[in-house]
T-cell receptor, first 114, second 116 residues
Framework: NAGVMQNPRHLVRRRGQEARLRCSPM?????VYWYRQLPEEGLKFMVY????????ESGMPKERFSAEFPKEGPSILRIQQVVRGDSAAYFC????????????FGPGTRLTVL | AQTVTQSQPEMSVQEAETVTLSCTYD???????LFWYKQPPSRQMILVIR??????QNATENRFSVNFQKAAKSFSLKISDSQLGDTAMYFC?????????????FGTGTRLQVFP
């Protein structure tokens, strides 16, 4: 799972700014999941993407949050007009594709909103 | 909807001893996977062990084993010969078996402290 890269590892934003989190999946993986971990809690599913397609966004907040996974380049989780409640660790996990495959997690991005 | 419950917020064990972490889940699905993940202070999520619901035999990975009771919807993790490096948060997780890999549903975690 060392192949899943996330950057930045730490991100500090002031209230009202935008946060952009990047996830590069393991080589050959075309599916990406984003999870959020609030302090002292477990990971909560946010969104599931294939390249150029959102498969399941049932865990995404209705406003300010968006995600994409373009044909080329990393997956991006974008949070507009951040608030203090957005402070959390954001993890992405990549999967090879169809049927069951182990989800390989990245090291996470810790977002702090001042 | 599926839910995963870990009723032990914190556990401690002495080095070389055995400890068991509890997990229960609720689902109407018949085919699914269960996992235990370890999250050390580095926050990296590490897969410890997984169990396919259709398999009756309990999974084992070196010092880690599970007690999977499908009817009771229980999935406990036993760590034998505990080591200081086992100190971490442990999360139980559920995944529905689907055509496309489905999302993981996590419990709230158990913080395990291994003492020398």
């Amino acid at each position: 799972n060392a192949g899943v890269m996330q950057n930045p590892r730490h991100l500090v934003r002031r209230r009202g700014q935008e946060a952009r989190l990047r996830c590069s999946p393991m080589k050959g993986h075309s599916h990406v999941y984003w999870y959020r971990q609030l302090p002292e809690e477990g990971l909560k599913f946010m969104v599931y993407l294939q390249k150029e397609n959102i498969i399941d966004e049932s865990g995404m907040p209705k406003e300010r949050f968006s995600a994409e996974f373009p044909k080329e380049g990393p997956s991006i989780l974008r949070i507009q007009q951040v608030v203090r409640g957005d402070s959390a660790a954001y993890f992405c996990a990549s999967v090879l594709g169809l049927l069951y495959n182990e989800q390989f997690f990245g090291p996470g991005t810790r977002l702090t909103v001042l | 909807a599926q839910t995963v419950t870990q009723s032990q917020p914190e556990m401690s064990v002495q080095e070389a001893e055995t400890v068991t972490l509890s997990c229960t889940y609720d689902t109407s699905e018949n085919n699914y996977y269960l996992f235990w993940y370890k999250q050390p202070p580095s926050r990296q999520m590490i897969l410890v062990i997984r169990q396919e619901a259709y398999k009756q035999q309990n999974a084992t990975e070196n010092r880690f084993s599970v007690n999977f009771q499908k009817a009771a919807k229980s999935f406990s993790l036993k760590i034998s010969d505990s080591q200081l490096g086992d100190t971490a948060m442990y999360f139980c997780a559920f995944m529905k078996l689907a055509y496309n890999t489905d999302k993981l549903i996590f419990g709230t975690g158990t913080r395990l402290q291994v003492f020398p």
